[in-house]
């Protein structure tokens, strides 16, 4: 069921559009991570669902309800902002108990076991007497995710929650997060600069761009088929390489690469391609092996070697395109690579998409 729908929302300040008729839809208890990069409108999409911004034009619904001109505070809807914006003056339990502020229906013991719930499934329980300066970054945005969930809103909204963690604590919240969200069936929107982290932990991934969505999808839908290029390039690290068809049969593809470099690629039945012949095809570095006897092979020549502690990172110019390749560190043991060699890499049909 829809929790959440825009409908062709646009915002200007000014000349600029930073939100261009978006239109969504969120599931109930779904985590849509909405991704792009800086100044692409998130923040204001965000806004704008909270109430904090009037659109210009489109609507907003909520469980079918036109919220467009509701109040913030009659919206239900809950926001985790990056600067975790605890009250310095109050310990864990207040932080939280304010949340509840508006819940006027509860009764003061229905309150306080509100808040005993929500302490535990943080994991601070034993902390709900500290002031906020006595806390760790990690467990001052857990009481921010606390003090947001407790009154059980019917959206949350997440604008960069973790990005000002370190590494581990991001991987550890992120995961509590889903935990959260799988237990109480909450309906979430998380931006985050991290695209692992929207990957990981999402049902959908929404990227933004100049203001619109240029693509929702799965995490393996925008991963392995994004419909453009910026989104190829936006989410994980990709090889787009220019080529030209050769022929193009109902489910493959032959193009060439430079002049002499001929590659198949599985095709959709149905999928147009453009009149001119030229393509763009999108090839993972993960998909890319170093070695022969690969249904596709490609010459290059290795123009420099990265070393990430599990993986190499191979960056093979072909036919005056750069292609990277991310190879286990065990398989590159038995030969030595060295920087300006010529290569061989390969990859199968089924782990090139044409954009
Ligand atoms: P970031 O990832 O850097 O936080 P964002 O994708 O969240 O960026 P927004 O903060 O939504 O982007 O901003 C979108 C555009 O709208 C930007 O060009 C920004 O400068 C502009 N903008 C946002 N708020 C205002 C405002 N109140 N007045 C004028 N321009 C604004």
Redesign the pocket.
């Known amino acids: 069921m829809t929790q959440l729908e825009l409908r062709q929302i646009s915002k200007k300040?000014?000349n600029?559009t930073?939100?261009d008729r978006v239109s969504l839809s969120v599931n109930e208890n779904e985590l849509v991570a909405l991704v792009?990069?800086?100044?692409?409108?998130?923040?204001?999409?965000?806004?704008l669902i909270a109430g904090f911004?009037q659109p210009d034009s489109g609507q907003i619904l909520m469980g079918g309800q036109n919220i467009t001109h509701l109040r913030p505070e009659e919206r239900q809807v809950g926001i985790v902002f990056q600067d975790y914006a605890l009250f310095p003056h109050m310990n864990v339990k207040t932080n939280v108990a304010y949340g509840l502020r508006f819940s006027s229906s509860m009764s003061t013991a229905a309150k306080r076991d509100r808040v005993e719930e929500f302490l535990q499934l943080v994991g601070l329980s034993e902390l709900r007497s500290r002031m906020p300066e006595e806390l760790s970054a990690g467990q001052q945005q857990r009481v921010a995710l606390a003090r947001t969930l407790a009154p059980q809103p019917r959206v949350v909204l997440l604008?960069?929650p973790f990005s000002a963690l370190d590494q581990k604590l991001r991987h550890e919240l992120r995961f509590d997060l889903k935990r959260l969200q799988h237990a109480l069936k909450i309906t979430m929107i998380h931006?985050t600069?991290d695209q692992e982290e929207a990957l990981a932990i999402a049902e959908q991934v929404a990227v933004?761009n100049q203001?619109q969505i240029e693509q929702i999808g799965t995490p393996r839908e925008v991963y392995q088929q994004p419909r453009t290029t910026f989104v190829a390039r936006f989410i994980g690290r990709g090889n787009v390489l220019q080529a030209r068809v050769v022929s193009a049969e109902n489910k493959l593809l032959v193009a060439r690469l430079g002049e002499d470099q001929p590659i198949k690629i599985a095709k959709s039945s149905g999928q147009s391609l453009s009149s001119d012949g030229q393509i763009e095809i999108l090839i993972r570095p993960e998909h890319v092996q170093h070695g022969s006897g690969f249904e596709n092979q490609l010459r290059g020549t290795l123009r420099g070697i990265e070393f990430l502690g599990e993986a190499l990172l191979l960056h093979i110019e072909i036919a005056g395109q750069d292609v990277i390749a991310k190879i286990p560190v065990s398989s590159a043991k038995s030969e030595k690579l060295t920087e300006g060699q010529s290569v061989i890499i390969g990859f199968s049909s089924n782990d090139a998409a044409i954009i």
């Not at 990069?37 to 965000?46: M, V």
């Open positions: 300040f000014g600029l930073a939100v792009g990069p800086s100044g692409c409108g998130k923040t204001t999409l965000l806004r911004e604008d960069e931006v600069h933004m203001g």
